[in-house]
Nanobody, 112 residues
Framework: VQLQASGGGLVQPGGSLRLSCAAS????????MGWYRQAPGKQRELVAG?????VTNYADSVKGRFTISRDSDTVYLRMNSLKPEDTAVYYC?????????WGQGTLVTVSS
């Protein structure tokens, strides 16, 4: 499985961005996809995930602001009301049983 992420950038506080992650390869057995992020000096954390059945879960810090969705082999993360603390490298993830696949990170910077 290969994951290609895009959509990061610089945005002002209160702004919006949409991240995309396209999966290719042996994707038929992927159960869930999601987004993680890692800020400088911090551990990587789950931001949002979505299963093949459409069940979603979110980190408490992004509930009500971020929305994850999935369309065939692409997963999206719509991020609204961005805050400086959302600044991080965002990584796309796909899970096939016990195996995790990762995309390259995309940097999101929230700053005025």
């Amino acid at each position: 499985v290969q994951l290609q992420a895009s959509g990061g950038g610089l945005v002002q506080p209160g702004g919006s961005l949409r991240l995309s992650c396209a999966a290719s390869g042996s994707i038929s057995s992927i159960y869930s996809m999601g987004w993680y992020r890692q800020a400088p000096g911090k551990q990587r954390e789950l931001v949002a995930g979505i299963t093949i059945d459409g069940v979603t879960n979110y980190a408490d810090s992004v509930k009500g602001r971020f929305t994850i969705s999935r369309d065939s082999d692409t997963v999206y993360l719509r991020m609204n009301s961005l805050k400086p603390e959302d600044t991080a490298v965002y990584y796309c993830n796909a899970r096939d049983g016990p195996i995790d696949f990762w995309g390259q990170g995309t940097l999101v910077t929230v700053s005025s």
